[in-house]
């Protein structure tokens, strides 16, 4: 079909990918699952996610997605849909707060922790607070077509 539009969510957290991929069944939007370390293919490009706020981070990812494989495949148009969290828990001050650092937070020597070495240090930071802490997440979501953003932020 040449007119076809094609919806990536290209992301290697299999939660992530979860999550989303039910609110796009919901919404009845077509989309090709891009998890491609998961799926066997080639290594996904490592995008630097240096960015200041989760909205910059998203948008890198979307950009650096983009070029690196939606452009390569003619004769489709595409969307990419790209997200970054953050964590902001009570209790910690703002040097102490994960932000959107949740998965290379203090500790992690900058590498991507899984999810047992996350569940442990967020099980120990809990616990030096007391065993409860509120905690509120920020959502960023951006979509990209190689010409146009779009954004969306939430808490």
Do not use: C
């Amino acid at each position: 079909m040449d007119n076809e539009i094609v919806v990536y969510f290209p992301t290697n957290n299999i939660g992530k990918y979860e999550r989303y991929k039910k609110s796009f069944e919901l919404a009845k939007i077509p989309y090709e699952r891009y998890l491609v370390n998961n799926e066997g293919k080639e290594e996904i490009v490592d995008i630097k996610e240096d960015g200041k706020t989760t909205k910059e981070n998203a948008e890198k990812k979307a950009k650096g997605y983009y070029d690196a494989y939606v452009k390569k495949i003619p004769g489709k148009s595409f969307i990419i849909i790209t997200t970054d969290e953050a964590l902001y828990i009570e209790g910690l001050n703002d040097e102490e707060q994960p932000g959107q650092f949740v998965r290379r937070f203090g500790g992690m020597d900058g590498k991507r922790a899984t999810d047992e070495e996350v569940v442990k240090k967020y099980t120990e930071l809990i616990n030096k607070l007391g065993g409860n802490a509120k905690a509120r997440w920020h959502y960023s979501m951006v979509t990209y077509n190689g010409e146009k953003y779009s954004y969306l932020e939430w808490d």
